[in-house]
């Protein structure tokens, strides 16, 4: 559907389109909170390990605690998007179109300082959500742009 055509709708389309929309949105937005929770968890469960296993199993070692900080930062920003997205907000929406490939380009760069290479299932999934929750956002554009008359 064009964005002009919505005002032509009758009250009652307008109702079922925003209703469709809102349910993209909050699917959305219940992505991008897993995907930015899984972010945190990796950043957390990482800064808890001990420094053999670290030195035997991870590829650049070094590079670590900046990927480490960065994995918590965007994060808990996707979180914060995510939340502002189910809340409907045009800002909270403009800004995880920004936040969520920041995700997907930490992903592969903690794939990359894990393995040593940047393809692995980390990354993959990443790369599935961001195409997920880019689609799901786009569609639940008109719950976003055009606000619900209230009484």
Known sequence: MAWRDFDELSPDEQRLVRSKARA??????????????????????????????????????SNLTPT?????????????????????SYTAWRTSFFATPLLLVQALISTFVFRGWFLGFGSYTALALTALIFILLYLGRTAVLYKEETN
């Open 24 to 61: 993209f949105i909050f699917f959305a937005s219940i992505l991008m909170m897993i995907f930015g929770f899984s972010n945190v968890y990796e950043g957390i469960a990482w800064l808890i390990k001990d420094d053999e296993f670290i030195s035997t199993n991870i590829a650049y070692p």
């Open 68 to 88: 480490i900080v960065l994995s918590l930062m965007l994060g808990g920003f996707e979180m914060f998007c995510a939340l502002g997205t189910i809340r409907l």
